[in-house]
């Protein structure tokens, strides 16, 4: 679809209309074709529509928080639950270690991260399915449907991140002076997030199979990730490390961590996460702008 | 020589229809594709071609200019590709073949209440749907009181939606789209729905928008809207136009066009993916034999044969409208019978037959509009503009030449003095 500026409509020659016509605005052209393949990512559109993005968000926030008494609570169950099962199984009866940091604030600082990201991908990858009337009743950038899914996450996120600053003050542990890092971890964790999510937003229309599988990989993503539960002990250098490395929240969970509780970032595993997300979100938003087309004939 | 709002030029749309595949199953799964591939493979392997979908050409080589501040009004029978030209030209699908070019915003109105969210109060899904129509925040801010104001729902803005009655619901969401100020403008015939009262302020609004100068494309099977609110017409048939020109001259091909009588109805393409789907629509004898002519004096049914994937809470129901108008002369559900509101449908096949009796319908020609609605009026199916079928004079006294759309029988008394 190409957007040109064409010329300016000749309204002195319509027939007199008895209300004042509308003031004539730069004309905006649009040519609807038949699709193409591979499109490139329609930045401009999507930023002209962001109070679509907003609103979109919004709405899935407030619809989770009203009628509920406990409302924000629900945001810190899931991490603060983990957290305590962690702390039971692995440190107590499992023998894990985590320095000098105790293990329940360990394990909440990874699993702060880790929650947000799984959150957005799983909303994300429903997030199309569940707007079918939206889909096919009016057009707006496809785009934003799964953007917008990261809304309801991140606000969870800040919620949590109280739980964490209580957590912090309970065992006497000071932020680091790192932890200005910790919002650009956030912000790659995003894009990695938003990346995956939309990419299975896209194959659920298609296969709607999909949607099944995806509490399972969330879970197995987790111990994938074991950054969230266990301490990096010197590994550094096998192909076990490699393989890891390939999952860009490892390095960014033990990024998070370090930022806030203090110790080394690791800055080489920050680097190829930062690369990887941003791979993915390529990879995800061109494959769902290849078949957004379809959708409103498959959904 | 102005250049035209909308320029179509040889539009086609195409659907293929799976063949070899349970109707029911509509959507694909990985490892369907998975061992369709390879079972796709192994035929090619062997030298046999691959089996190729049944194609149905929903639009077929459509072209049509539109004038700045024309309003246009778009009929033809149930399944001609009125609703599907209006998507294309709304961005929401796209085409096979040709293309559509567009000067000016666009703004369309397929439904009412788009995105309404049944969690949220009124003033939130105001915001919520303006923005989703295309609105600004700014504009929303600008044009709220006079949207609550058009919508008439007072002290109930701050109540969540699902409260609200399907009246209220249908004035608020009409009452956002009605301030939309696009400079096109594409609307479905979205004032099935509504009481008289509401639906004569809709198009008041309509007719408004379109004096105001702005293009609109106004997609109806209600003829005196047609004429009423639009200068030109496009009349499609089976995808194709089949008139374009001024509104008077094209309606009347249309009704000539119409003229073949039609008892039988079947839905040609694969649905629309609800739950409960109509799938044919027709009139018979009361003794079950299928005719389009029916005498004054005789009665006639009306059966309507619909599937539900899963189980569904629905009302079934038609209107009897008047050719020549669209008057609708009554409407009719299958809670007429048991007065509930709505019947519990379980997965299956269903056939619905109602009985009208003799003496109520005055000589003339009609058809039918068929839905299935959900309680909350969000349809299941609709088919608007269904069926052809005469009912004749008999040649007497009692049952020709009455006036009014009924003609009943009704009791008289007489008394001397």
């Known amino acids: 679809m190409r957007i040109a500026l064409g010329e300016l409509p000749d309204f002195a020659a319509l027939a007199g209309p008895t209300l004042p016509a509308t003031a004539p605005a730069p004309a905006v052209q649009t040519v609807v074709e038949p699709a193409g393949g591979w499109q490139w990512l329609n930045f401009r559109e999507l930023w002209r529509h962001r109070e679509l993005l907003f609103f979109l968000a919004w709405r899935d926030v407030k619809v989770r928080y009203k009628q509920t008494a406990l409302g924000v609570i629900w945001a810190v169950l899931q991490p603060a639950l983990f957290m305590v099962v962690f702390s039971v199984f692995f440190a107590r009866l499992g023998g894990l270690s985590s320095g000098d940091v105790p293990y329940p604030l360990f394990a909440l600082a990874g699993l702060l991260p880790w929650t947000f990201f799984a959150t957005t991908v799983a909303n994300g990858a429903n997030s199309v399915i569940g707007s079918e009337r939206l889909i096919t009743k009016i057009y707006f950038p496809r785009l934003a449907v799964p953007f917008a899914a990261a809304g309801s996450a991140f606000v969870d996120f800040l919620v949590s991140l109280v739980l964490l600053a209580i957590v912090m003050a309970a065992c006497g542990v000071a932020p680091s002076w790192n932890v200005f890092v910790a919002p650009v971890i956030v912000a790659v964790s995003t894009l990695a997030a938003v990346g995956l999510g939309t990419f299975l937003a896209a194959l659920n229309v298609g296969y709607r199979d999909v949607r099944y599988v995806i509490p399972f990989l969330i879970q197995v993503g987790m111990f994938a990730t074991p950054t969230v539960y266990l301490q990096p002990t010197g590994r550094e250098g096998t192909a076990m490390h490699w393989l890891l490395t390939l999952n860009p929240m490892n390095g960014l969970v033990a990024a998070f961590r370090a930022s806030l509780l203090g110790g080394p970032i690791p800055w080489a595993e920050v680097g190829v996460a930062a690369a990887l997300s941003v791979a993915v979100f390529l990879a995800g938003c061109m494959y769902f702008r290849k078949v957004e087309d379809s959708f409103a004939d498959v959904i | ?417």
């Not at chain 2, 788009?114 to 749907?129: C, D, I």
């Not at chain 2, 995808?239 to 039988?264: E, F, H, K």
């Open chain 2, 1 to 417: 020589m102005t250049i035209p709002a909308i320029r179509v030029e040889h539009l086609g749309k195409r659907y293929t229809l799976a063949r070899h595949r349970d109707a029911l199953a509509r959507y694909k799964t990985l490892r369907e594709s998975v061992s369709g591939g390879v079972a796709t493979l192994a035929r090619r392997l062997r030298g046999r071609t691959p089996e190729a979908g049944e194609e149905f050409w929903a639009l077929k080589d459509v072209s049509f200019a539109v004038r700045p501040g024309e309003v246009v009004g778009i009929i033809g029978r149930n399944g001609a590709g009125k609703s599907t030209l209006l998507k294309v030209v709304s961005r929401i699908t796209r085409p096979s073949t040709g293309r559509v070019v567009l000067n000016g915003r666009v703004g369309s109105l397929l439904e009412v209440g788009t995105g309404f969210h049944p969690e949220l109060t009124g003033r939130e899904n105001v915001y919520l749907n303006g923005s989703i129509l295309g609105m600004s925040r700014a504009e929303i801010d600008r044009k709220f009181d006079e949207i609550v104001a058009f919508s008439e729902v007072g002290r109930f803005l701050d109540t969540p939606v699902k409260r609200y009655s399907s009246g209220m619901y249908v004035r608020l969401a009409f009452a956002v789209a009605a301030h939309l100020e696009p400079e096109i403008l594409l609307v479905d015939e979205v004032l099935a729905v509504g009481d008289a009262a509401f639906q004569k302020k809709c198009m008041g609004r309509i007719g408004e928008i379109g004096r105001s100068g702005r293009t609109v494309l106004f997609v109806s099977h209600n003829m005196n809207a047609v004429a009423k609110l639009t200068t030109s017409a496009l009349y499609l048939d089976g995808g194709r136009v089949a008139a374009q020109g001024p509104t008077s001259v094209v309606i009347q091909q249309y009704l000539a066009a119409d003229g073949r009588l039609d008892p039988v109805w079947a839905r040609p393409d694969p649905g629309n993916g609800s739950d409960l789907t109509i799938t044919s629509v027709r009139v018979c004898n009361p003794d079950g034999r299928t005719a389009a002519r029916f005498a004054a004096d005789q009665g006639l049914c009306v059966e309507i044969g619909f599937t539900v994937r899963a189980e569904a809470h629905s009302q079934v129901s038609f209107r009897l409208n008047t050719n020549e108008d669209g008057t609708t002369v009554f409407s009719t559900a299958l809670s007429d019978q048991d007065g509930e509101r709505g019947t519990v449908f379980a997965p299956g096949r269903y056939t619905a037959r109602c009985h009208v009796p003799a003496h109520l319908l005055v000589p003339g020609s009609y058809h039918l509009l068929v839905a299935a609605n959900n309680l909350r009026g969000r349809q299941f199916d609709l088919i608007e503009q269904v069926l052809h079928f005469e009912v004749s004079e008999v040649g007497t006294l009692v049952t020709d030449h009455r006036l009014g759309y009924v003609a009943p029988l009704l009791k008289w008394d007489l008394e001397t003095g």
